[in-house]
């Protein structure tokens, strides 16, 4: 009788290795230069491929089994609220113009994510972080598609939840996050891992999936918070995917540390001003906030990131962000200035906005008792005399824009908040507009890509947006009657009224 020998088991790092990296094979009908065009002309150095460490060593089966499960969870609930028509439980129909603005500007994002993680999946060298890159690939498609799921439920009820992703690509305030997106796209391979998966994963997207995500759950949108905090858990391996990322560029060569450097310096600032929207949802979208813009900025960027991460990357050689004191001097005013923009143009979006009640603007002077009285509650008591003698103010005109961020161009200086902050550049022969002396710092690197990009504004002049006037360009957009302007009087709030009345049919 001849006995077999048992099957060692293997160890997981062991197994994991086979799985991942002993995929690779070397090329022999190509050259390595032929096969990975695109990892050399950036000036970063990579003498050893396999020192990249995935600090999960995750497979492909623990993978989908991991994410099925999440999937389960989430969709009950998406049926359980639909089924008991648990959009009448939200604190109030205006809390859907952030959920609104999130499906407009962030979801498109995922699926840029995804397009641009799977394209490093094909040309990083390593079997390491093309693995990495694949999963974050997949991950950035499910998050896009639970994001439509779950939002798509409210489209039955409530106007400016279609045409989202055509929204996206035309809509003046939504080119603030896609050209973001385009600009570190069309970046090579190491400067779009520093821009996503470092300065906007690592160092911000706590501010927008922890604070938002509680403000959805405070407000009755169980949907939104499960998929938040879905989505937050594989953020938070993103997150550490990016830590990793920057370690392995710092630590295979020296002359990689100032290219990194000035990445850090202008991703974020691009991901910061980005976040200016983010500002404006937390502190006048929410009809029961939960923390101001300030208070989340204190917690989630100055006390974790720079208390606790940038003094570890000293080692390396990394200081702060260039421009993070300019950020930290406008923690007071930033949601301010941005939400005013919106309720000055919101008749050019696809949301309503509304001038805060007085037991709001009370939240918003405790949260903010350095500016809000002094500089912005006289402006919203205006609004409401107006509002009181039948009026409403919209800014009649078309905004300047920030070259860079392609906010309109109404942020104050960082220590005065009643002067305008407007920088100007020259270049060719042109003169050049921008906000902020980061967003000048970042033109005037270079000035050759951002000469480039496509405003809004300039598109409308031009003659590019579906004709000269307002109802042409609201066409050209996607927006229907009804999906703009004021919220009070608006098809939503008057639905709202009376479905909670008993008069009213849903879904009409």
């Known amino acids: 009788m001849t006995q077999t020998a048992p099957r060692r088991k293997l160890p997981l790092k062991e197994r994991y290795s086979l799985l991942t990296r002993d995929l690779d094979w070397e090329p022999s009908y190509v050259t390595k230069e032929q096969l990975f065009p695109y990892t050399s002309y950036e000036g970063v150095k990579i003498h050893d491929w396999d020192g990249w460490e ?3 060593r995750l497979t ?7 994410q099925a499960e999440k999937d389960k969870r989430l969709y009950a609930v998406l049926d359980g609220f639909a089924q008991s028509q648990g959009h009448l439980g939200l604190a109030d129909a205006s809390y859907l113009n952030a959920i609104k603005l999130f499906i407009q500007g962030v979801t498109p994002l995922e699926y840029a994510a995804h397009r641009h993680f799977a394209y490093l999946a094909r040309f990083l060298e390593g079997p390491a972080p093309r693995f990495a890159a694949l999963c974050q690939s997949v991950d950035e498609l499910r998050h896009c598609q639970t994001q439509i799921h779950t939002i798509s439920n409210y489209n039955k009820y409530y106007g400016g939840f279609h045409s ?5 690509d035309r809509v003046w305030y939504l080119s603030v996050p896609k050209s973001l997106f385009d600009d570190a796209m069309t970046a090579g391979p190491f400067e779009f891992l520093i821009s996503i998966s470092f300065s906007f994963e690592y160092l911000l997207t706590n501010l927008l999936f922890v604070p938002f995500m509680s403000g959805a759950s405070f407000n009755g949108d169980m949907p939104t918070m499960s998929f938040g905090f879905s989505a937050q858990s594989d953020e938070s391996r993103h997150m550490t995917l990016g830590l990793e990322a920057i370690k392995f560029l710092l630590e295979q060569d020296e002359g990689n540390v100032p290219i990194i450097q000035e990445w850090i310096d202008k991703w974020f600032w691009r991901a910061y001003r980005m976040s200016a929207l983010v500002a404006g949802m937390m502190d006048y979208m929410l009809p029961k906030p939960v923390m101001s813009w300030k208070e989340a900025f204190e917690l989630y960027f100055e006390d ?7 003094p570890d990357l000293e080692f390396y050689g990394i200081r702060p962000p260039k421009h993070v004191q300019d950020a930290i001097a406008e923690k007071d ?3 301010h ?3 005013k923009i919106l309720h000055n143009f919101s008749f050019a979006a696809a949301f309503t906005t509304q001038a805060p009640s007085e037991s709001h603007m009370r939240w918003l002077s405790e949260q903010y008792p350095a500016t809000f009285d002094q500089y912005y509650r006289p402006v919203w008591e205006k609004h409401h005399r107006i509002e009181a003698g039948g009026g409403r103010v919209f800014f009649q005109g078309l905004p300047q824009l920030c070259q860079i961020c392609q906010i309109p161009m109404v942020f104050t200086e960082k220590d005065d908040p009643a002067k305008t902050s407007f920088r100007t550049s020259e270049f060719r022969g042109e003169t050049f507009h921008t906000c902020s002396d980061g967003c000048q ?6 000035p050759e890509k951002f000469v480039q990009a496509w405003l809004p504004v300039h598109q409308i002049y031009q ?13 050209w957009y996607g927006i229907q009657d009804g999906d703009n302007g004021e919220y009070k009087g608006s098809p939503d709030q008057q639905s709202w009224v009376d479905w909670h009345s008993g008069d009213g049919e849903q879904g009409v």
């Open 463 to 475: 003659g590019n947006c579906g004709g000269p006037s307002v109802p042409e360009v609201l066409e």
């Open 54 to 56: 995935d600090p999960f």
């Open 337 to 339: 200035e941005v939400y």
């Open 333 to 335: 005013k930033l949601s």
């Open 164 to 168: 989202w992703s055509k929204m996206h």
């Open 441 to 446: 710092w970042i033109f005037e690197r270079e």
């Open 304 to 310: 974790q990131m720079l208390g606790g991460l940038f």
């Open 60 to 66: 492909v089966d623990a993978y989908y089994k991991y």
